[in-house]
């Protein structure tokens, strides 16, 4: 059991139509057709959408997707048209807000990972493969791979898990061609970023992209012509990303990072009480872990953007 520890109720905005409620984001359609896509300040661990909000981490998620878009533009184009807040909305969405083209969404999220972390960590110690790649004997948690992987998986709904895939299943899911084309972009807007990242202290141990096809034509999932590949939703964030701090880098240990892995270990120690096998949500964040979460968050902005969050 997981999702939700209580699904929040949509904001009522004349003119927009509600369509999703995401762990992070609420999705609307304006008049024009265009989604309007705000994020907000929820924060999810082991599948769980935590009932305690971060401070300001919408608006640092937002802001930090708009630098990197423009950081990547001449690679790949992205689905931002503006970031103004339509007529009607809570004032509380400024800066959390991106108007963006309609796209339609490839059945993939692409995954880009330069360092051994995560579920990748976990197959490798089982079979020495992450998602069917084989990788060589000697890595441990945090090692640097010979070269950054593709490593696919497919979109979950809230309260799932994510299943990563070969790269054959991508195939089948959007043509030869398509899963061609995703996996030269994920790779090469990944070194990019990986190169940024680095020059300003961060490793980028691994992302994932959501591309998207803009223009008329076949359905997604086909090698049809019908538009170009679009980068979507979030981009390089705390939330999609594991940053690391390159000076404490130490392969053979989990490492320090800029993102909510300070709420995982909280939730997984003795002080939240929680058992995460168990059927009960977890429990509301304390104070000095709200603070601490959102210092990371703005951390990481501060360091990728060279400007204070404030």
């Known amino acids: 059991m997981s999702g939700f520890v209580e699904k929040p109720e949509p904001v009522q905005v004349p003119g927009l139509v509600h369509l999703h409620t995401g762990k992070v984001r609420d999705l609307y359609q304006n008049e024009a057709g265009e989604l309007v896509m705000v994020a907000s300040d929820r924060i999810s661990a082991y599948d769980w959408v935590l009932p305690t909000e971060i401070p300001d981490k919408g608006r640092i998620l937002t802001q930090l997707s708009l630098w990197w878009f423009e950081q990547l533009a001449d690679l790949v184009p992205h689905h931002v048209l503006s970031t103004e807040v ?3 909305a809570p004032a509380d969405w400024a800066g959390r807000t991106t108007v963006c083209r309609q796209l339609r969404m490839l059945p993939v999220e692409c995954v880009a990972r330069g360092y051994l972390a995560g579920s990748g960590l976990v197959e490798y110690e089982a079979t020495r493969t992450v998602c069917g790649l084989a990788l060589p004997e000697g890595l441990t948690d945090g090692s640097e ?9 497919t979109k979950a709904e809230v309260g799932e898990h994510d299943e990563n895939v070969s790269y054959e299943e991508v195939a089948r899911l959007t043509g030869v061609e398509t899963a061609a084309l995703l996996r030269q972009t994920t790779l090469a807007v990944y070194s990019r970023a990986r190169g940024i990242a680095r020059e300003r202290g961060i ?3 691994d992302t994932k992209f959501e591309f998207g096809l ?3 034509g076949a359905p997604a999932g086909t090698d049809q012509p019908g ?3 679009v980068l979507a939703d979030e981009v390089l964030t705390p939330d999609s990303s594991r940053f690391w ?3 404490q880098w130490e392969p053979g240990r989990p490492q320090p990072s800029f993102d909510k892995q300070y709420v995982r270990d909280w939730l997984g120690g003795p002080e939240s009480g929680w058992d995460r ?3 009960k949500p977890p429990p509301e964040l ?3 872990v709200v603070e601490r979460t959102r210092a990371k968050y703005a951390e990481a902005y501060r360091l990728l953007t060279g400007t204070s969050f404030e």
């Open 86 to 88: 339509p007529e009607g």
């Open 277 to 279: 096998g168990g059927r």
């Open 245 to 247: 701090p390159l000076d």
């Open 227 to 229: 538009g170009g590949l």
């Open 286 to 288: 304390p104070g000095p």
């Open 214 to 216: 803009d223009g008329e």
């Open 145 to 153: 791979l010979p070269a950054p992987i593709f490593t696919p998986a």
């Open 203 to 205: 490793i980028l141990a």
